[in-house]
């Protein structure tokens, strides 16, 4: 089955700095890469998604980069706000129109004001 | 409009006993996706709904669990005989047959004492 490996676990950073998270896979087949942002006692929501016929794609200050060779993806958050402040979660899947998804074990991101 | 709803939000059970957990997906959606999220870790594949049919379940950790779908619209999760390990948040998400994007609800936390 798949596997996905997420770094850092915890990450720190001053409001406006740049935040990068990073996760890697093992299932080539693979070609569905959404990133999800998960608050205190909330479900999941999804920021930015990627397919693997797209290097890079951006939504204002978020942007998720794909090397499909290296089997790796990279979430980017420029000009960090403390609302930014949650566990961000990768996951892999296929994109079909319906896939299960295989979660990273997510990263917390602290902004400190 | 209306996201994906859960409940109960919590539920408290005692080891040994059955509970039910309800998923009501967006309108029109035609796939289910039920997720485990244990402290700390990222969901984890349960089962997931294609209409009424489970068309993969793969991720059931046992036959203690069981999840239905009849009309094809909401699903219920249904654990027998529930154990402390079963403590956790489970997750309902939703896509329409035009995307891969799964749109998830908040979750029931359920603990097993």
């Known amino acids: 089955g798949e596997n996905v490996e997420q770094h850092p676990s915890t990450l720190s950073v001053q409001e406006g700095d740049s935040a990068v998270i990073k996760c890697t896979y093992s299932d080539s087949a693979s070609n569905y890469f959404p990133w999800y942002k998960q608050e205190l006692g909330k479900g999941p929501q999804l920021i930015i998604d990627i397919r693997s016929n797209v290097g890079e794609k951006k939504d204002q200050r978020i942007a998720v980069t794909l090397n499909k060779t290296a089997k790796h993806f990279s979430l980017h958050i420029t000009e960090t706000q403390p609302e930014d402040s949650a566990v961000y979660f990768c996951?892999?899947?296929?994109?079909?129109?319906?896939?299960?998804?295989?979660f990273g074990k997510g990263t917390m991101l602290l902004v400190s004001p | 409009g209306a996201g994906v709803s859960q409940t109960p939000s919590n539920k408290v059970t005692e080891k040994g006993k059955y509970v039910e957990l309800r998923c009501d997906p967006i309108s029109g959606h035609t796939a289910l996706y039920w997720y485990r999220q244990s402290l700390g870790q990222g969901p984890e594949f349960l089962i997931y709904?294609?209409?009424?049919?489970?068309?993969?379940d793969s991720g059931l950790p046992n036959d203690r669990f069981f999840a239905v779908r009849p009309e094809g619209s909401v699903s219920t999760l249904k654990i027998q005989r529930t154990e402390r390990g079963d403590s956790a948040v489970y997750l309902c998400?939703?896509?329409?047959?035009?995307?891969?994007?799964?749109?998830f609800g908040p979750g029931t936390r359920l603990t097993v004492l």
């Open positions: 709904f294609q209409g009424t049919g489970a068309a993969d």
């Open positions: 996951a892999v899947g296929r994109a079909s129109g319906y896939s299960t998804l295989t």
């Open positions: 998400a939703s896509s329409d047959h035009s995307s891969d994007t799964q749109y």
